[in-house]
């Protein structure tokens, strides 16, 4: 018997298609069908209502949390991608140090809750940061506000996601070939402006996407602002968590999701409409011209 | 000049919270700060005789090994097709297998949890090791789809034209050629699954895993217990990777000067 | 054609890689306004050399001087001189108007100036028409164009091009030979080219320095280099040659004479200060062996003819002499004069001023 080529392709597609399509494309629909039924009585009744979506937007509470949620997502993210740029600019143009790769690999596949609890470690009453701050006079008693604050947040989800964001802006800056720095230099710019010149508008999108990316774990991570947060670590996601928890309501849980969801989407386009506005971002163009 | 001490300053953030972790692991008193007391291991030997724990870690290794092994036969599979289809349907797979990389854990971990209410399966090991999948396989694609990049389509056309079955083929010329990268994919399915928590905690039912158990000590009370644990997840981790990262580069190593010796 | 002025001096510049020599004690003066190509095989340093020049590497020890200033700790920016690279690196975020103009945006030049600058650049290379068109919507020729336009429209002292036509495929490659050469009589620019193809060095070249192992073996003219070749090494690389294995029978004023173990004698009209009974090569160019000789002078050597490669406007004849060597023979088409078959024996004739003796390495 001969099959053609894509026929035996589509064949051998079907294990992975089928799983991902009934573990992942199924219970995401499932979800958000979820969004529109009601509870009762700690049961999930079908239904199709909208009270959910109503009640998450008109809560106080719900707002309170998500622009928590958003603006720690997008200062973690900020901060992630400037600290990344020059590390995976300098990883890909100046020195591939695979020793450096591979701290970052290790950071990133070291355990999650272990980071987590590094920094309550470090930023404790008596932790070692105000240890050392004591022992070098800058203080004269233990300063309690480091832990249970956005700066113990912020600086823990950059720790946590930093690696993967430098994973993602690396590879970005890797399409990008060496010689466009050459030629920047050569024709009169200086290493920054042949970066700010030449870099930065092919990487564009790329850097958009890993900033994005970044946005979108940081801010549906409720694990890290509940453990350092303290009364400011509530988020969106601590909500919903809670809600296929403790109070037990399901679909008002999936509505919550899906609205941070669409709320997610559309700053991924303001960024982006953003970036065309001021030039930041130009229309993609292949990086390997044509004869090449 | 600048450039350099920035990066390494980023790296010595990334890094330096690590290394107290190990540091306190053997600290002879409880106490997490500074001055140090002095060097034991009571920590550890105290490790060794929590039963709890013992379990946990248990429990851990063989939702890592499940994984890994269904990961690792899927994504098989997915490769040999990748080389089959064109751009439509690599398309595909990358649509329905690589968007959970992009959502928080969270989204994941609810949305399975309903799948599995509404199909009336009870939570237990079965339904961690279908989740965790989940979120290997992505992993595995994605390193596979950069591999699959350097690979030659008509390396399988040159091998049938040579006269070998379909069957001698994948054996004796795709296989060797993606077994590395899928060997060290897997071996990365297996850390990610170790080290999972935030999608176990929502489908683990009554299952206590390693990270779930690590959760539940640091909730109720800092021990530096929780240091030694931390120190030898961490030494796993990198013995992970380093295994990863030989399997990956001695097999091409090998290759190559077998490729010069002959 | 070229004035004698050197535009870059380079004394004693050896480049060091870690422990690896690139370059090795590299003394060589550009003139003003020629095209003097670094040829040789990949490895040679030719691409260190001119990347020496461009500024992204330093010299381990000596000097380069441009226009009588030493650079070593000027940057690439600021150096008066301007790169074609090998892949073009054309930025693929601009067009082509806007990639031309990137260097004289980045030194300031007021917009009016720099328009109408652009826009003669691009009518010498002919692309006014396609000063809007992205990167990837143009020809690998085009894209050529636009990397010799980009460098040229800075006024640069020297321009350098790293294997520009390496890209591009044979046809367009000679026609882009044309134009180079078209370009630099228009611009009245110093080129320095490398290349590891004879060809484009010969047809282009004013001068040719020819580089093996990191160091400069020859610099000539063009015929000079290929008539007369200085080492085993120039022969064997510019062009095709037969090489003989001989010892030296006589050295005096009417020239020299070598013998090959078999016997076949050569005599070359030039007094070489070598004395009889030494070693040395000999080299004779396919197409200075023919089947007849014109020459009552002319030496000679039986063979057999073992096969033909017809191309066209010449045949290449592969022939076996007594000793079982193989010689090849470059034979013009000629339909008046009789040529030998496969099988048939025949005897070779050359000139003593076509037979080269050399050094052996």
């Not at chain 1, 300098?90 to 591979?102: A, P």
């Not at chain 3, 070593?72 to 082509?96: K, T, W």
Request: glycine share 6%; aromatic share 10%; charged share 15%.
């Amino acid at each position: 018997m001969n099959l053609s080529r894509t026929k035996i392709g589509a064949i051998l597609a079907a294990p992975t298609v089928v799983y991902m399509v009934i573990f992942f494309v199924v219970p995401s629909l499932i979800l958000f069908s979820y969004s529109f039924w009601s509870s009762e009585s700690y049961r999930v009744v079908p239904d199709f209502v909208f009270t959910n979506y109503l009640d998450s937007l008109h809560s106080a509470v719900f707002w309170k949390v998500t622009i928590n949620a958003v603006r720690i997502g997008l200062t973690t993210a900020a901060i992630s991608l400037v600290l990344a740029v020059p590390v995976g600019y300098y990883l890909v143009y100046v020195s591939r140090s695979q020793t450096m790769l591979y701290l970052i690999l290790i950071t990133w596949f070291s355990s999650y809750l272990v980071r987590i609890y590094a920094w309550r470690t470090l930023l404790g009453t008596n932790g070692v940061l105000n240890a050392v701050l004591l022992q070098l006079g800058i203080v004269d008693h233990p300063v309690d506000a480091f832990l249970f604050s956005s700066f113990a947040v912020t600086i823990t989800l950059v720790h946590i996601y930093l690696p993967f964001c430098i994973l993602l802006v690396t590879s970005s800056l890797s399409e990008i070939k060496p010689d466009l720095i050459d030629a920047a230099r050569d024709l009169g710019t200086s290493s920054l402006g042949a970066f700010f010149r030449v870099i930065a508008p092919n990487a564009a999108n790329g850097l958009a996407g890993a900033f994005m990316l970044t946005f979108i774990l940081v801010a549906g991570d409720y694990v890290t602002p509940q453990m350092l947060g303290g009364s400011s670590g509530q988020t969106t996601g601590l909500l919903i968590a809670d809600q296929f928890r403790k109070t037990g309501n399901w679909p008002l849980g999936a509505a919550q999701a899906f609205v941070m969801f669409v709320i997610s989407i559309a700053l991924y386009f303001i960024l982006v409409s953003l970036g065309r506005a001021t030039g930041l971002i130009v229309k993609r163009r292949t990086i390997n011209p044509k004869g090449i | 000049m600048l450039l350099r001490i920035l990066v390494w300053a980023v790296l010595a953030f990334l890094i330096s919270p690590l290394i107290v972790i190990v540091l306190f692991s053997f600290h002879s008193s409880p106490a997490l700060s500074f001055p140090f007391a002095g060097f034991s291991l009571r920590w550890y030997a105290e490790l060794f005789n929590n039963a709890q724990l013992g379990s946990a870690v248990m429990k851990s290794l063989t939702v890592a090994f499940l994984t890994s092994v269904v990961t690792l036969l899927i994504g098989t599979t997915a490769s040999l097709a990748w080389l089959r289809l064109g751009k439509v349907g690599r398309g595909f797979i990358e649509a329905v297998s690589v968007t959970p990389i992009a959502l928080p854990g969270l989204f994941v971990g609810v949305s399975l949890l309903v799948l599995f209410a509404q199909a009336g399966l009870q939570l237990s090991t079965l339904t961690i090791v279908i989740s965790h999948v989940v979120i290997a396989l992505p992993i595995l694609i994605v390193a596979m789809k950069a591999r699959l990049a350097l690979f030659d389509p008509s390396l399988e056309e040159a091998s049938r034209d040579l006269g070998a079955s379909q069957f001698q083929t994948f054996r004796r010329v795709t296989l060797p050629l993606i077994a590395p990268t899928l060997i060290s994919s897997a071996i990365l399915a297996f850390a990610v699954s170790f080290d999972e928590f935030v999608v176990t905690s929502f489908v683990a039912g009554t299952e206590t895993t390693l990270p779930m158990y690590i959760w539940s000590m640091m909730r109720r009370t800092v021990t530096p217990l929780i240091n030694a644990i931390s120190t030898l997840a961490l030494l796993f981790s990198i013995l992970i990777l380093l295994g990863a990262w030989l399997i990956s580069h001695v097999r091409r190593r090998s290759a190559v000067a077998a490729r010069i010796e002959s | 054609m070229a004035a004698i002025a050197p535009i870059i001096e380079i004394r004693n510049g050896t480049k060091m890689f870690g422990s690896f020599t690139a370059l090795a004690d590299i003394n060589l003066s550009i003139n003003q306004g020629e095209i003097l190509t670094l040829l040789g095989p990949s490895g040679c340093g030719k691409t260190t050399l001119m990347r020496l020049i461009a500024g992204f590497e330093n010299l381990t020890s000596g000097t380069i001087q441009i226009g009588g200033v030493d650079i070593a700790n000027i940057p690439p920016e600021r150096r008066p001189v301007n790169m074609v690279f090998q892949r073009y690196a054309l930025f693929p975020h601009l067009d082509v108007f806007e990639n031309v103009a990137f260097g004289l945006k980045v030194k300031g030049m007021p917009k009016e100036e720099r328009t109408e600058r652009v826009n003669r650049m691009l009518h010498i290379v002919q692309l006014e028409s396609f000063a809007n068109r992205y990167i990837d919507q143009l020809s690998g020729g085009q894209c050529q164009r636009v990397a010799l336009a980009r460098a040229l429209v800075n006024g640069p002292k020297v321009l350098l091009l790293d294997e520009p036509l390496a890209a591009l495929d044979l046809k367009i490659r000679q026609h882009m030979l044309a134009e180079m050469k078209r370009i630099h009589i228009e611009t009245g620019a110093t080129f320095v080219y490398v290349t590891h193809d004879q060809d484009e060095a010969l047809i282009l070249s004013d001068r040719v320095v020819l580089m093996e192992k990191g160091r400069v073996v020859q610099v000539d003219r063009p015929t000079e280099m290929y008539a007369k070749p200085k080492s085993l090494f120039a022969a064997k690389f510019l062009g095709e040659t037969n090489i003989f294995e001989t010892t030296i029978t006589a050295v005096n004023g009417i020239g020299t004479t070598a013998r090959t173990s078999s016997g076949i004698q050569f005599h070359s009209s030039e007094t070489l200060t070598k004395k009889p009974s030494e070693k040395i090569a000999v080299s004779i160019r396919p197409e200075s062996l023919t089947f007849q000789h014109k020459n009552p002078d002319a030496q000679s050597a039986e063979c057999v003819v073992d096969d033909i490669v017809f191309m066209g406007s010449r045949s290449f004849y592969t022939v076996r002499l007594n000793d079982q060597s193989k010689v090849r023979v470059q034979v013009q088409r000629d339909g008046r004069l009789s040529v030998p078959s496969p099988g048939d024996k025949a005897t070779i004739f050359w000139d003593a001023s076509n037979v080269v003796m050399l050094p052996r390495d």
